[in-house]
Nanobody
Framework: QVQLVESGGGSVQPGGSLRLSCAAS????????????MGWFRQAPGKEREGIAN???????NYGDSVKGRFTISQDNAKNTLYLQMNNLEPDDTAIYYC??????????????????WGQGTQVTVSS
């Protein structure tokens, strides 16, 4: 059974930084090699869930335009943990942030229906 648990959310002023973590149990590179893909998504009030970053089985990363240059996705395979380093945060970054895993399609995307496993989310609030 795959379980994803996010942590690290909180409140920060504009220009500040946060690092989110996603602890994955039951989901490993070796077990899900053919479909391995992990991503970060976010959903602001009244808006659709948005894909912001992913990392595939080769370690290649991809970012949404809204976070490119400010956010960095990484993973520690030994700890089965996914990270999202968020710098220069803006009020528009306020949202619930979700970790997701496992691609239902041949490539690693930023599309919500393409991911099979989801965490419960962690709130990030950027405000002065």
């Amino acid at each position: 059974q795959v379980q994803l648990v996010e942590s690290g959310g909180g409140s920060v002023q504009p220009g500040g930084s946060l690092r989110l973590s996603c602890a994955a149990s039951g989901y490993t590179y070796s077990t899900y090699y053919s479909s391995y893909c992990m991503g970060w998504f976010r959903q602001a009030p009244g808006k659709e869930r948005e894909g912001i970053a992913n990392i595939d089985r080769d370690g290649s990363t991809n970012y949404g335009d809204s976070v490119k240059g400010r956010f960095t996705i990484s993973q520690d395979n030994a700890k089965n943990t996914l990270y999202l380093q968020m710098n220069n945060l803006e009020p528009d970054d306020t949202a619930i942030y979700y970790c997701a895993a496992d691609s239902a399609v041949p490539i690693c995307t930023l599309i919500v229906p393409d991911f099979r496993f989801w965490g419960q989310g962690t709130q990030v609030t950027v405000s002065s």
